[in-house]
């Protein structure tokens, strides 16, 4: 007899408040073990339209309920959410490949946060008045929702970007139509059902599944959805500005990077080593503010590169579901070939290769033997026009450089095209400050990494994105303001 073959889980798109099935379908990969799991469906221009003309229906009733009453919705999803802390946890671990740890510990809480935080933030807005005497007027402010919001978010951290976009919307009073990425939708799909028991009426949330070519450009060039907010990677992003250009939508761009860290002669060691290894290859490299190009000043430029090469040597690999483990698996296996080869190519310029990939090897138990897994990998003696120092690699890769002067540092940190993220390490608060003001980064942390307030603004400059998120900025990117006079 046949051994019974594996039930699959079969997703389906979220529509009207109801799950519907899709007529096609796409296969999801465990990346700990590169076996199918999951069929996702494989929407596309149809279930677009229905789940658009879903959150437009939806929009009057949601859009005049009080901030009180969508704060006190939220804080009940969030609620539900963080029930069932740990059911999600375990399905964006097995979805995503990231390690269960990471996943319990930044993942889901943070997407519980997004929700309170929100809930909590909307209740506090005002909007500006001014009086002109001289002509008797007093002027003010309105601020309303725009509509229906398309959300289109990444696989690197699918729930938690998803809700970092789906909160503000529908706290300001939109209605929304979101489109995760077809390589990690599960947690996505978890969350619709806990909607209608959090009091989230019928069409407010809408969720549509499917790739960017087919799912996403229906709903970029949807023309009753008048604002898109995308996090993502930089070519799609062009992809977008295009698509959308004939209805003119506001874009909010949230796009890779190519971060530095600056350690200067002065740095605490102690700190920045650990805090440089966690941010060069927490969740395997693969989120958009992760570090990938270390500046080490020349006086402890060797002694950091030993202790870093050291520390990074004790990253334990493998299976994402053993809490031991500090490394999960890649994404998907096109990813993690990519990123390999620039490992590869760093080698034939010439640049040294001091651990990870190709150097050490890779102990893996028998159940990941397939699975997309690397070693942290660290880089050096590497030129800075190389693709390895350029481009966005999104992986276990971090390449470490040495330089003698804050002038020549500032200048080489802003010598690429993106412009997210950067650290800086130095104990004298005057390097610190100066060199903060002149990086081209919408980010700067001195001292530490990824300490985030979400009241303060989030986002790229040059192709690292357009906009911000953030308590006012995500206000005022999901409503329309408008300025009324009234003279007496
Ligand atoms: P991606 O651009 O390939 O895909 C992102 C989303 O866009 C997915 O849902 C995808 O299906 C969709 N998409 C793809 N083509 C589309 C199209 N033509 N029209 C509409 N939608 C389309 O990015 P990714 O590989 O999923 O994620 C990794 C990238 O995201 C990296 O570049 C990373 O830096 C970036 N990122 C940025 C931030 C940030 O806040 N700045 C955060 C996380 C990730």
């Known amino acids: 007899t046949m051994a019974h073959p594996k039930a699959l889980l079969v997703l389906e798109n979220f529509i009207g408040g109801k799950f519907v099935p899709c007529s096609c379908y796409i296969d999801s990969y465990n990346p700990s073990t590169g076996d199918v799991y999951c069929r996702v469906p494989d929407s596309g221009k149809e279930e677009v339209e229905a789940a658009v003309k879903a959150a437009k229906d939806a929009f009057p009733i949601w859009s005049s309920k009080s901030p009180l009453e969508r704060s006190q919705i939220l804080n009940k999803l969030a609620d539900l959410i963080e029930h069932d802390l740990e059911a999600f946890a375990q399905a964006e671990s097995k979805d995503q490949g990231k390690t269960i740890t990471f996943a319990r510990t930044v993942d889901i809480p943070r997407a519980v946060y997004n929700f309170r935080f929100f809930a909590s933030s909307i209740l506090h807005h005002t909007t500006e008045c001014t009086e002109m005497a001289t002509m008797g007027c007093v002027h003010y402010t309105s601020r309303t929702p725009v509509g229906v919001a398309g959300l289109i978010s990444p696989w690197n951290l699918p729930l938690y970007l998803l809700t970092w976009k789906i909160a503000p919307a529908i706290a300001c009073g939109n209605t929304v139509v979101a489109k995760p990425s077809e390589m990690t939708s599960v947690t996505a799909w978890m969350m619709c059902k806990l909607l209608e028991k959090a009091g989230v009426p019928h069409g407010v949330v809408n969720v549509v599944f499917g790739t960017g070519a ?227 980064a919408g980010l700067v942390w001195t001292n530490c990494w990824l300490v985030r307030d979400l009241n303060l603004p989030f986002g790229g400059m040059k192709a690292s994105g357009i906009g911000r998120e953030g308590a006012k900025d995500s206000y005022e990117f999901f409503t329309e303001v408008k300025t009324i006079t009234i003279k007496h």
């Open 214 to 440: 087919k799912a996403g450009e229906a709903l970029v060039g949807h023309p009753d959805v008048p604002v898109i907010s995308f996090t993502g990677s930089t070519l799609t992003a062009q992809r977008i500005v295009e698509k959308s250009a004939l209805y003119c939508k506001r874009l909010s761009l949230e796009l890779g990077g190519k971060n530095p860290a600056i350690v200067f002669d002065d740095a605490d060691l102690a700190q920045c080593i650990p805090t440089t290894l966690r941010s060069s290859f927490a969740n395997q490299g693969e989120i958009c503010l992760c570090t990938s190009r270390i500046f080490v000043q020349r006086g402890i430029y060797s002694e950091f590169l030993k202790n870093f090469v050291a520390e990074a040597k004790k990253w334990k690999v493998g299976n994402p579901s053993d809490p031991t483990v500090s490394v999960g698996a890649l994404i998907s296996k096109e990813h993690l070939e990519k990123v390999r080869s620039y490992v590869k190519k760093a080698q034939a310029e010439g640049a040294k290769v001091l651990c990870g990939e190709g150097v050490d090897s890779l102990a893996l138990p028998a159940d990941n033997q397939k699975g997309y897994f690397m070693l942290p990998t660290v880089i050096a003696e590497v030129k800075d026009e190389s693709c390895c120092m350029q481009e966005e690699i999104f992986g276990p890769v971090t390449c470490v450089v040495a330089f003698d002067t804050e002038e020549e540092v500032i200048r080489r940190a802003n010598s690429v095209k993106y412009g997210l993220a950067a650290t800086v390490w130095s104990s004298d608060v005057g390097c610190v400050h100066r060199v903060a003001r002149r990086l081209q």
